[in-house]
C-alpha cells in the first residue's frame, strides 16, 4: 500500500489517502507548520499500526501525480 497524509491550509482539512484513493478526513484544529524556523517537529509516525512501514517523507510543496 502506499499512504498519504495531506494537510490542506485553505480548508484546515486533513486527508489520509491509500493508494492514490482518499480514505478518511478531519477538520484541523491549528496550523501544522514544518517551516517556522523553530528546528523541531514532532509526530508520532505510525502509532497504533501493526506492521512495517518503508520510509516516511515530508513535502512542503504540493506534490502531484
Avoid: K
Avoid at 507548520?33 to 510543496?61: H, K, N, P, T, Y
Wanted: glycine share 10%; net charge negative; aromatic share 6%.
Amino acid at each position: 500500500y502506499h499512504m498519504a497524509g495531506v494537510y490542506d491550509r485553505e480548508t484546515d482539512e486533513l486527508r489520509l489517502l491509500v493508494d492514490g484513493s482518499v480514505v478518511a478526513t478531519a477538520d484541523a484544529s491549528v496550523h501544522p507548520s514544518l517551516a517556522d524556523g523553530s528546528g523541531a517537529v514532532v509526530a508520532r509516525v505510525g502509532e497504533g499500526f501493526r506492521g512495517l512501514i518503508d520510509e516516511v517523507r515530508i513535502w512542503l510543496v504540493t506534490i502531484t501525480s
